[in-house]
């Protein structure tokens, strides 16, 4: 039996969740879901500069799955961009982690 999933540390909960191809109609397109999960690892590795394993931490994940989450996301995001797809955010298994608040 598969050891259970641990629940991947989120820092913020994106507000747009949707992109698509401009001067094409919605119902004409093809999707590539991306989970919150893993546009959290390319915002923690490629926009905050990140280390791996440092991101993993945050993520409360091993760098080996974090390695396998940017790939991931990573390869979704180019197949939109080459082939012309919509990106879908939503979906996987996280929770979000509020800032602490600087006083």
């Known amino acids: 039996m598969p050891r259970p999933r641990l629940c991947r540390r989120v820092y913020f909960n994106p507000s747009v969740t949707y992109f698509k191809p401009r001067g094409v109609r919605l119902r004409d397109l ?10 959290e690892s390319v915002r923690l590795k490629d926009l905050e500069g990140l280390e791996q394993e440092t991101a993993a931490k945050k993520m409360n994940i091993s760098q080996p799955t974090f390695h396998r989450l940017i790939l991931s996301a990573r390869r979704k995001i180019s ?7 919509a990106i879908k955010v939503e979906g996987g298994d996280f929770r979000i982690i509020g800032r602490k608040r600087k006083i």
């Open 30 to 39: 093809n999707e590539s879901i991306l989970t919150i999960d893993e546009l």
């Open 79 to 85: 197949d939109a961009l080459i082939n012309g797809k």
